[in-house]
């Protein structure tokens, strides 16, 4: 008779489980295997603290996603690793969440600081009280919105947010050392990366980016929804600078289903990822943002179905657009899927035919990151395209590998 393994067991073997996957630091790995998630998930399945997925803490009523919950194992152990923190550091997290990520701080910057916001009272005293309960009373809690940091305990070597993050508030450059660490799952033209950025003086300069998906702080408004048709099955998100029509877009749709289909561009393995392709395409082209496909759209056959339903990268320029599409054809081995564009309305052809481009040219080098470069929106620059936000602005520029 096989005995229920202990959380100790658990908890390593989720870890070897994750390091399997991705290499990280001795000390993050020390940590993660140290710091007991059970504890900051009371009422929990033993079994279930310990798989490697998010788990809500506080529902959003009315809202498709939580207000809070603790963010995934892998997802935590990558952010970590970007931010690099040493023993001595100072660190300041946005979002305390159920407080394990600050116990994973507190083990790494073990002769430093850390310190953690939340915007929510509930959220907050969870934090607090189960980082009591664990040993970590010396990590700083506070209730507060994320936005505005803590400068009562600043300057920090390293800030990590553990939430969906659209601008970078001028608090956390105010708050950031010269040459200090900001990771921060940053939000631009419908996708989300965690971004690992090293501040320069007046510039942040990104040395690593990685997919990733967390609930959006509260606060920033800056990303736009439109339904596309009238059950609100078909939704594009864009950012509030870009050009484009949700009406006329929605008037568009209702003709039928794409008017135009390109599937002639790079192939892919089932296994290997595409998002690049989205990556790529935000460094220089600003129609870029997200088809959002839901499954009843997809059983009434509204479109053809794009290469990610509920996030495929789209270009949209006024009432026409242009998405992501793949297809299986042939029987090749290692690549039997096609990456292709469906596109509507008036500029179908010129959409279309710019994202085959874009496709084209993230097939030539597939593993190409482009580096980024955020300053302060009043910072003085001569580039030619840059996205632009209220308290920030985003340079994108290709090369780097």
């Given amino acids: 008779m096989s005995q229920t393994p202990t959380a100790d067991q658990l908890r390593n073997r989720l870890v070897d489980a994750i390091l399997a996957e991705r290499r990280v630091p001795a000390t993050v790995e020390r940590a993660m295997r140290t710091v007991p998630r059970d504890a900051f998930l009371p009422g929990l399945e033993l079994e279930n603290a310990y798989t490697d997925q998010a788990v809500t803490i506080k529902d959003n009523p009315g809202k498709p996603l939580p207000l809070s919950c603790a963010s995934v194992p892998s997802v935590v152990a990558v ?15 946005i979002r305390a969440g159920t407080g394990y990520t600050a116990a994973f701080l507190a083990e790494i910057a073990n002769h430093g600081s850390v310190t953690t916001v939340d915007i929510d009272p509930d959220v907050a005293l969870h934090a607090r009280t189960r980082l009591n309960a664990t040993g970590y009373e010396h990590v700083t809690v506070i209730e507060r919105d994320g936005l505005l940091g803590a400068p009562e305990n600043a300057p920090y070597d390293g800030i990590i947010a553990a939430v969906g993050v659209w601008d970078i508030p001028a608090a956390w450059w105010d708050q950031l050392k010269d040459g200090g660490r900001l990771v921060l799952p940053l939000r631009w033209r419908g996708q989300t990366r965690s971004v ?16 990733c998906g967390f609930v959006p702080v509260i606060g920033q408004n800056g990303e736009k929804t439109s339904p596309l048709n009238t059950d609100d099955t078909l939704r594009v998100h864009y950012d509030e600078d870009q050009n484009v ?34 990556l790529r395409a935000t460094a220089g082209d600003d129609r870029v943002c997200r088809l959002e496909v839901t499954p009843r759209a997809l059983e009434q056959e509204l479109l053809r179905m794009p290469a990610v339903p509920v996030r495929s990268p789209a270009l949209v320029e006024g009432n026409s657009l242009a998405y992501l599409t793949i297809t299986r054809e042939g029987a090749e081995a290692e690549r039997p899927f096609r990456l292709g564009a469906a596109a509507c309305g008036p500029r179908a052809e010129e959409l279309a035919r710019d994202l085959v481009a874009q496709i084209d040219a993230w097939g030539s080098d597939r593993l190409a990151v482009p580096r980024m ?29």
């Avoid at 300069?205 to 997919?211: I, K, P, R, T």
């Fill in 79 to 93: 952010m970590l690793e970007q931010l690099d923190a040493r023993a001595a550091d100072d660190v300041l997290e």
């Fill in 373 to 401: 470069t955020v300053t302060p929106a009043d910072y003085a620059s001569t580039a030619n395209h840059a996205i632009s936000k209220p308290e920030s602005r985003i340079l994108m520029r290709h090369g780097q590998s």
């Fill in 245 to 278: 029509d949700p009406n006329g877009l929605a008037a568009t749709r209702q003709t039928g289903k794409s008017a135009l289909e390109v599937p002639f561009a790079q192939r892919v393995g089932g296994e290997e990822p595409f998002d690049g392709v989205w």
């Fill in 196 to 211: 690992a950025l090293t501040r320069r003086g007046d510039q942040l300069v990104s040395d690593g980016m990685e997919l």
